[in-house]
Antibody
Framework: EVQLVESGGGLVQPGGSLRLSCAAS????????MNWVRQAPGKGLEWLSY???????NYADSVKGRFTISRDNAKNSVYLQINSLRAEDTALYFC?????????????WGQGTLVTVSS | QSVLTQPPSVSGAPGQRVTISCTGSSSNIGANYDVFWYQQLPGTAPKLLIFANSNRPSGVPDRFSASKSGTSASLAITGLEAEDETDYYC???????????FGGGTKVTVL
Protein backbone atom coordinates (compact mmCIF):
# COMPACT_ATOMS: atom_id res chain seq x y z
CA GLU A 1 0.00 0.00 0.00
CA VAL A 2 1.36 3.39 -1.00
CA GLN A 3 1.82 5.64 2.03
CA LEU A 4 3.11 9.19 2.31
CA VAL A 5 3.57 10.69 5.77
CA GLU A 6 4.45 14.37 6.17
CA SER A 7 6.02 15.92 9.25
CA GLY A 8 7.84 19.05 10.32
CA GLY A 9 5.02 21.55 10.40
CA GLY A 10 4.34 23.85 13.31
CA LEU A 11 4.05 27.43 14.52
CA VAL A 12 6.79 29.68 13.18
CA GLN A 13 7.41 33.40 13.45
CA PRO A 14 7.47 35.52 10.30
CA GLY A 15 10.92 35.42 8.74
CA GLY A 16 11.65 32.00 10.16
CA SER A 17 12.40 28.74 8.40
CA LEU A 18 11.03 25.21 8.39
CA ARG A 19 11.99 21.92 6.82
CA LEU A 20 9.10 19.67 5.95
CA SER A 21 9.64 15.96 5.46
CA CYS A 22 7.65 13.30 3.65
CA ALA A 23 8.38 9.63 4.26
CA ALA A 24 7.29 7.29 1.48
CA SER A 25 6.56 3.57 1.61
CA UNK A 26 4.73 0.88 -0.34
CA UNK A 27 6.25 1.68 -3.72
CA UNK A 28 9.63 1.98 -5.41
CA UNK A 29 10.55 5.50 -4.35
CA UNK A 30 13.44 5.79 -6.79
CA UNK A 31 11.02 5.35 -9.69
CA UNK A 32 8.63 8.17 -8.70
CA UNK A 33 8.78 11.91 -8.98
CA MET A 34 7.50 13.76 -5.91
CA ASN A 35 5.43 16.90 -5.49
CA TRP A 36 4.59 19.36 -2.73
CA VAL A 37 1.16 21.01 -2.73
CA ARG A 38 -0.35 23.36 -0.16
CA GLN A 39 -3.77 24.62 0.82
CA ALA A 40 -4.23 27.83 2.74
CA PRO A 41 -7.22 28.03 5.11
CA GLY A 42 -10.43 28.29 3.11
CA LYS A 43 -8.54 28.33 -0.19
CA GLY A 44 -7.86 25.92 -3.03
CA LEU A 45 -4.98 23.60 -3.80
CA GLU A 46 -1.70 25.15 -4.95
CA TRP A 47 1.12 23.11 -6.51
CA LEU A 48 4.51 24.22 -5.19
CA SER A 49 7.31 22.05 -6.46
CA TYR A 50 8.36 18.81 -8.13
CA UNK A 51 11.51 16.71 -8.05
CA UNK A 52 12.03 13.96 -10.58
CA UNK A 53 13.69 10.58 -10.13
CA UNK A 54 16.90 12.04 -11.57
CA UNK A 55 16.75 15.14 -9.38
CA UNK A 56 15.39 17.62 -11.91
CA UNK A 57 13.40 20.30 -10.08
CA ASN A 58 10.54 22.66 -10.90
CA TYR A 59 8.94 25.36 -8.75
CA ALA A 60 5.81 27.43 -8.96
CA ASP A 61 6.71 31.06 -9.64
CA SER A 62 5.12 32.06 -6.33
CA VAL A 63 7.75 30.18 -4.29
CA LYS A 64 10.92 30.37 -6.40
CA GLY A 65 13.85 31.57 -4.37
CA ARG A 66 12.33 30.79 -0.94
CA PHE A 67 11.43 27.11 -1.23
CA THR A 68 13.88 24.28 -1.88
CA ILE A 69 12.84 20.72 -2.66
CA SER A 70 15.19 17.78 -2.21
CA ARG A 71 15.03 14.02 -1.90
CA ASP A 72 17.01 11.28 -0.17
CA ASN A 73 16.49 7.99 -1.97
CA ALA A 74 18.31 6.08 0.78
CA LYS A 75 15.67 7.27 3.26
CA ASN A 76 12.70 7.14 0.83
CA SER A 77 12.03 10.74 1.72
CA VAL A 78 11.39 14.10 0.09
CA TYR A 79 11.86 17.43 1.80
CA LEU A 80 10.73 21.03 1.43
CA GLN A 81 12.87 23.75 2.94
CA ILE A 82 10.89 26.97 3.42
CA ASN A 83 12.75 30.18 4.22
CA SER A 84 11.65 33.73 5.00
CA LEU A 85 8.24 32.52 6.07
CA ARG A 86 5.33 34.91 5.64
CA ALA A 87 1.80 34.93 7.03
CA GLU A 88 0.50 33.91 3.62
CA ASP A 89 2.55 30.68 3.83
CA THR A 90 0.16 29.49 6.54
CA ALA A 91 -1.32 26.34 5.04
CA LEU A 92 -1.66 22.59 5.13
CA TYR A 93 1.28 21.19 3.16
CA PHE A 94 0.89 17.89 1.31
CA CYS A 95 3.39 15.69 -0.48
CA UNK A 96 2.03 13.73 -3.40
CA UNK A 97 3.20 11.42 -6.13
CA UNK A 98 1.86 10.12 -9.41
CA UNK A 99 2.48 6.40 -9.14
CA UNK A 100 2.54 4.61 -12.46
CA UNK A 101 2.18 0.87 -12.66
CA UNK A 102 0.15 -1.72 -14.50
CA UNK A 103 -0.42 0.66 -17.40
CA UNK A 104 -2.03 3.39 -15.38
CA UNK A 105 -0.92 6.39 -13.30
CA UNK A 106 -2.65 7.14 -10.01
CA UNK A 107 -1.92 10.06 -7.66
CA UNK A 108 -1.32 9.42 -3.97
CA TRP A 109 -1.32 12.08 -1.25
CA GLY A 110 -0.17 12.26 2.31
CA GLN A 111 -2.38 13.52 5.13
CA GLY A 112 -0.59 16.88 5.27
CA THR A 113 1.36 18.84 7.85
CA LEU A 114 0.15 22.21 9.10
CA VAL A 115 2.38 25.27 8.94
CA THR A 116 1.25 28.34 10.84
CA VAL A 117 3.20 31.57 10.46
CA SER A 118 2.38 34.02 13.22
CA SER A 119 4.07 36.18 15.81
CA GLN B 1 -6.62 32.87 -10.25
CA SER B 2 -6.50 29.14 -10.91
CA VAL B 3 -5.17 27.78 -14.21
CA LEU B 4 -8.16 25.44 -14.49
CA THR B 5 -11.59 27.05 -14.17
CA GLN B 6 -14.37 25.49 -12.14
CA PRO B 7 -17.72 26.97 -11.06
CA PRO B 8 -17.51 28.08 -7.41
CA SER B 9 -20.65 26.20 -6.52
CA VAL B 10 -23.31 23.83 -7.80
CA SER B 11 -26.38 22.52 -6.04
CA GLY B 12 -29.05 19.90 -6.42
CA ALA B 13 -31.74 18.06 -4.54
CA PRO B 14 -31.16 14.56 -3.24
CA GLY B 15 -31.35 12.06 -6.06
CA GLN B 16 -30.65 14.62 -8.74
CA ARG B 17 -27.68 14.84 -11.10
CA VAL B 18 -25.14 17.64 -10.95
CA THR B 19 -22.13 18.32 -13.13
CA ILE B 20 -18.94 20.25 -12.47
CA SER B 21 -16.99 21.65 -15.38
CA CYS B 22 -13.23 22.13 -15.53
CA THR B 23 -11.95 24.36 -18.31
CA GLY B 24 -8.28 24.48 -19.24
CA SER B 25 -6.20 25.34 -22.27
CA SER B 26 -3.93 23.95 -24.94
CA SER B 27 -1.02 23.65 -22.52
CA ASN B 28 -2.81 21.40 -20.04
CA ILE B 29 -6.08 19.52 -20.67
CA GLY B 30 -5.95 20.32 -24.39
CA ALA B 31 -2.42 18.92 -24.58
CA ASN B 32 -3.86 15.52 -23.72
CA TYR B 33 -2.59 15.42 -20.15
CA ASP B 34 -4.70 13.32 -17.82
CA VAL B 35 -7.37 14.94 -15.68
CA PHE B 36 -7.95 13.87 -12.08
CA TRP B 37 -10.88 14.68 -9.82
CA TYR B 38 -10.84 14.87 -6.03
CA GLN B 39 -13.37 15.16 -3.25
CA GLN B 40 -12.14 17.01 -0.19
CA LEU B 41 -13.55 17.46 3.27
CA PRO B 42 -12.29 20.55 5.14
CA GLY B 43 -8.88 20.08 6.75
CA THR B 44 -8.26 16.68 5.17
CA ALA B 45 -6.29 15.36 2.22
CA PRO B 46 -8.02 15.25 -1.15
CA LYS B 47 -9.65 11.91 -1.88
CA LEU B 48 -9.18 10.62 -5.43
CA LEU B 49 -12.47 10.17 -7.27
CA ILE B 50 -11.31 9.87 -10.87
CA PHE B 51 -7.92 9.19 -12.47
CA ALA B 52 -6.86 9.22 -16.11
CA ASN B 53 -9.87 11.32 -17.15
CA SER B 54 -12.63 8.82 -16.52
CA ASN B 55 -11.47 5.94 -14.34
CA ARG B 56 -12.75 5.30 -10.83
CA PRO B 57 -10.47 3.81 -8.16
CA SER B 58 -11.91 0.82 -6.37
CA GLY B 59 -14.31 1.89 -3.65
CA VAL B 60 -15.58 5.00 -5.41
CA PRO B 61 -19.31 4.64 -6.13
CA ASP B 62 -20.37 4.50 -9.76
CA ARG B 63 -22.53 7.55 -9.05
CA PHE B 64 -19.37 9.48 -9.87
CA SER B 65 -18.35 9.65 -13.52
CA ALA B 66 -16.18 11.95 -15.60
CA SER B 67 -15.31 12.79 -19.15
CA LYS B 68 -12.87 14.94 -21.08
CA SER B 69 -13.14 16.68 -24.43
CA GLY B 70 -10.80 19.18 -26.01
CA THR B 71 -9.63 21.65 -23.39
CA SER B 72 -12.34 20.77 -20.85
CA ALA B 73 -13.40 18.03 -18.51
CA SER B 74 -16.44 17.41 -16.37
CA LEU B 75 -17.45 15.43 -13.31
CA ALA B 76 -20.99 14.16 -12.90
CA ILE B 77 -22.60 13.05 -9.68
CA THR B 78 -25.85 11.15 -10.14
CA GLY B 79 -28.25 10.17 -7.38
CA LEU B 80 -26.99 13.04 -5.23
CA GLU B 81 -26.69 12.16 -1.55
CA ALA B 82 -26.27 14.33 1.55
CA GLU B 83 -22.77 12.95 2.06
CA ASP B 84 -21.73 14.38 -1.33
CA GLU B 85 -21.93 17.90 0.08
CA THR B 86 -18.32 19.07 0.12
CA ASP B 87 -15.61 20.48 -2.15
CA TYR B 88 -14.43 19.03 -5.47
CA TYR B 89 -11.24 19.81 -7.42
CA CYS B 90 -9.94 18.99 -10.88
CA UNK B 91 -6.23 18.60 -11.58
CA UNK B 92 -4.01 18.21 -14.61
CA UNK B 93 -0.47 18.98 -15.72
CA UNK B 94 0.63 22.12 -17.55
CA UNK B 95 3.55 22.02 -19.95
CA UNK B 96 4.15 25.76 -19.75
CA UNK B 97 4.34 25.76 -15.97
CA UNK B 98 6.02 22.33 -15.83
CA UNK B 99 3.86 21.32 -12.92
CA UNK B 100 0.49 20.29 -11.65
CA UNK B 101 -2.42 22.70 -12.05
CA PHE B 102 -5.70 22.71 -10.16
CA GLY B 103 -9.15 24.15 -10.53
CA GLY B 104 -10.27 26.60 -7.90
CA GLY B 105 -12.66 24.09 -6.42
CA THR B 106 -16.43 23.66 -6.53
CA LYS B 107 -18.63 23.43 -3.47
CA VAL B 108 -21.50 21.00 -3.95
CA THR B 109 -24.59 21.76 -1.90
CA VAL B 110 -27.35 19.22 -1.43
CA LEU B 111 -30.59 21.13 -1.09
Amino acid sequence: EVQLVESGGGLVQPGGSLRLSCAASGFTFTKSGMNWVRQAPGKGLEWLSYISTSGAINYADSVKGRFTISRDNAKNSVYLQINSLRAEDTALYFCATLYCGGGRCVPYWGQGTLVTVSS
Amino acid sequence: QSVLTQPPSVSGAPGQRVTISCTGSSSNIGANYDVFWYQQLPGTAPKLLIFANSNRPSGVPDRFSASKSGTSASLAITGLEAEDETDYYCQSYDSGLSGWVFGGGTKVTVL
